[in-house]
């Protein structure tokens, strides 16, 4: 009978890795230099504005384009095992579906129209 030690010595290398990483082994935290604090946060003028997300309307062809990829893998999934899969179909091609719909209800025709022109390009 084969010893198994894979997991044993990855704990231990796990462990040797950990112990090399600078956590910290003092019972009490030690204090940073200001001069040491990193990206500005001692500064007491934060910006105003934190976000650098940009706008969710301008997310829409993304948000199409994968709704557009669960529906055809749900298709595709569906009708290339031997018998018609209908779980996978109502399971996955049919949600994708919806929330396309519900994107085209809340976004309108044409911000899906052009996140699909976005797709074909």
Request: hydrophobic content about 50%.
């Amino acid at each position: 009978m084969r010893r198994r030690i894979g997991v044993p010595a990855l704990c231990a290398v796990a462990a040797f890795v950990a112990a090399g990483c600078a956590i910290p082994t003092q019972n009490a935290p030690s204090p940073i230099a200001p001069s040491k604090v990193p990206f500005g946060l001692l500064n007491p003028h934060p910006p105003t504005t934190t976000t650098t997300q940009p706008k969710p309307s301008s997310l829409v062809p993304v948000k199409v384009f994968f709704l557009v990829c669960v529906v055809v893998a749900g298709i595709f999934g569906a009708f290339t095992v031997a018998p018609v899969n209908w779980v996978l179909l109502l399971g996955q091609a049919l949600p994708g579906a919806l929330a396309l719909g519900s994107l085209w209800l809340s976004e309108g025709k044409r911000a899906v129209v052009q996140g699909l022109g976005a797709i074909a390009q």
